[in-house]
């Protein structure tokens, strides 16, 4: 924050409500950038920003915006061990296992769909009817559960060399456990197994879109699938109806494969989580879905172009920056009331803007990121304007006591001059009336006692002028006028002073105001030592010191604690208010000179604004 300086110096160039606006700006623009950038790349925002798609998606789910309808590109073959094979695991990496499998393809391929996606496991040897299936077909895409480098791993080389594409089942799981992020990662390298090129893909969901585009000649295009890492593509979880069928169901006589139509085949499995089978994963939509069923919502907003799509790191990162910029200047500039008007305008604001645009454009925007960034700029302008507004309180404070002194000075001058220009003569003529009366009534005392009276009414009459307007500062200087106060202080008390100054140029680097209220300053603790210190001994030093004019006052007196004596006493407290309205600072101790007694020090910065 601003010094009581800085802030005088940004009020000096114009009117006090501008200046006061420009610094709010310039803080609150400040902190939200800071803000913004701090909390761009939070782990615990990234957790947030997770739960607040999760409720997005639940959101859009219960107000309906996103429907039911029924899939037409889309069927489902679902294995269920329990009621249909008992082939013990979920896995088909035995011969009677495959030699279903491949009855299942024969009966599904009947109905000419546009491809068969087989997401089993199919690692080690391959039995020769699903051979013979994969190389009769030749739409088959095969999901891997591996790496190319796992051998056993993979399903055989057979399979993998008479498949028409293959990609890997893995299903990104967010750190909250929550699977709604496309595993897409194109890559424009074909791989050769066997004599057959295959285009290497991430997922199993990537191949199946690339091969439904080729054999259809419809569909997404692959421009939109080399997206960065850092800007995901999320499932549009539009709870279509697929058609489902069990093996058991495509294995009888009478199955209708016509049903299956140009449509994609997905072979799955639905079981129940057991030991050693697949674990099902939570959507934000419902818990215990099997992978399966996840594939074919993917290829569903895939085929419907309906992917939900984020903005790139950097460009979320601009747009937070704008946000904490913006707003740190709008909640800086308003008071309390319109300030938290304006921060529950715009968080629910960017609520509403990320459902919408979640909803009706299928975008995602960051929620808890931008929500956290109004809470934080909120709490800090809330700050910035408290301390400006106190600060600016306090130097229109300290203008107003400048103003009281400066026309009480007047008013003492002007005392001072009717005193001196009317009192004093009148005093005058009256003395010389008693000379007249002492010179015509020679036996009489009294005239002559008036005379002294008269005499000493003067003299305190002068001393209370000079008192009210010190004319010695105008007359002889500044140093000079302290040096007589240590003069007259020594001729009245007889207490040994001394007086030391080093300011050559000083002097001239301080105004008439900043002269008056030092002189005040001094003249108030030297009628304290006279007074009160019972001293035989004082000083006066002045020196210029690094910009800054130095003034010690030290006797040998019994001294006094400042802090038990402020309360009580109106000429600490009238020194202090005096070295505030200058910029001075004020301290009272023990002199090491002597010991015992007081030392005040007065240290002004000489560089610091003309008050």
């Known amino acids: 924050m601003l010094s009581l ?59 309906g915006l996103a429907g039911t309808s029924f899939c037409r590109d889309i069927a489902v073959v679902a294995f269920d061990d329990t009621a249909q094979f008992d082939l013990g695991i979920a896995r088909f990496t035995d011969n009677k296992a495959q030699d279903i499998l491949a009855r299942v393809i024969e009966s599904a391929e009947k109905g000419q769909p546009a491809l068969v996606a087989i997401d089993l496991d199919l690692r080690g040897a391959s039995s020769p009817n699903l051979v013979a299936s994969f190389r009769q077909f030749g739409n088959i895409v095969v999901a891997l559960f591996g790496s190319l480098d796992g051998g056993q791993a993979l399903p055989s080389g057979e399979l993998l060399g008479h498949s028409a594409a293959y990609g890997y089942s893995e299903l990104v799981k967010e750190d909250n456990g929550m699977v709604c992020r496309l595993p897409i990662n194109y890559q424009a390298k074909t791989q050769r197994i066997g004599n057959k090129e295959f285009m290497p893909v991430k997922s199993l969901t990537e191949a199946v879109i690339d091969m439904f585009r080729r054999v259809q000649g419809v569909g997404p295009a692959s421009e939109f699938l080399p997206v960065q890492s850092d800007q995901p593509l999320y499932i549009n979880f539009k709870s279509p109806t697929y058609t489902i069928l069990s093996m058991r169901d495509v294995l009888q006589p009478d199955f209708d494969s016509r049903q299956l139509k140009n449509k994609v085949v997905l072979i799955g499995s639905t079981l129940t989580p057991r030991v050693g089978d697949p674990q099902n994963f939570r959507t934000p939509i419902k818990d215990n879905v099997p992978a399966v069923m996840i594939q074919a919502d993917a290829l569903a907003c895939l085929l419907n172009n309906q992917v939900i799509c984020s903005l790139p790191r950097w460009l979320n990162h601009v747009l937070l920056v704008l946000i904490g910029i913006g707003f740190g200047a ?159 202080l020594e001729r009245d008390t007889g207490i040994e002073c001394q007086f030391h100054a080093s300011i050559p140029e000083g002097e001239s680097e301080l105004s008439d105001f900043k002269k008056l209220q030092l002189y005040r300053i001094v003249q108030e603790a030297v009628n304290n030592i006279a007074k009160h210190s019972g001293a035989t001994q004082a000083e006066v030093l002045i020196e210029k010191r690094d910009d800054q004019l130095l003034i010690s006052i030290i006797d040998n007196g019994r001294g006094f604690d400042p802090a038990q004596a402020r309360k009580q006493s109106y000429g600490l407290v009238n020194i202090r208010q005096r070295a505030q309205l200058i910029g001075a600072q004020v301290d009272w101790g023990i002199p090491g000179k002597f010991g015992s007694g007081t030392e005040l020090k007065i240290q002004l910065p000489l560089a610091s604004p003309v008050v």
């Open 330 to 488: 709008l909640f800086s500039l308003n008071p309390t009331g319109k300030r938290l008007f304006y921060y529950l305008l715009a968080s629910v604001a960017v609520v509403v803007l990320a459902q919408v645009t979640f909803q009706l454009f299928n975008i995602s925007l960051l929620l808890a990121a931008p929500l956290a960034v109004l809470a934080a700029v909120f709490i800090i302008s809330t700050f910035i304007y408290l301390d400006t507004d106190l600060r600016m309180r306090n130097f229109e404070l300290a203008v107003a006591r400048k103003s009281m002194q400066v026309r009480a000075e007047e008013e003492r001058r002007r005392i001072a001059e009717d005193l001196h220009d009317e009192t004093l003569p009148t005093l005058s003529t009256v003395a010389r009336m008693a000379d007249k009366l002492s010179k015509e009534l020679p036996e009489n005392t009294v005239p002559y006692m008036m005379r002294e009276k008269l005499d000493a009414a003067v003299s305190e009459m002068r001393r209370v002028i000079n008192d009210l307007h010190p004319s010695v500062i105008e007359t002889m200087g500044f140093v000079p006028a302290l040096e007589n106060l240590l003069t007259m």
């Open 5 to 63: 300086a800085e802030v005088r110096n940004l009020l000096n160039g114009g009117s006090s409500q501008d200046k006061l606006v420009a610094q709010r700006l310039f803080w609150g623009m400040l902190a939200g950038c800071i803000v913004a950038i701090v909390l761009a790349e939070s782990s615990w925002l990234r957790m947030m920003e997770l739960s607040s798609l999760e409720w997005r998606y639940k959101v859009a789910s219960q107000v």
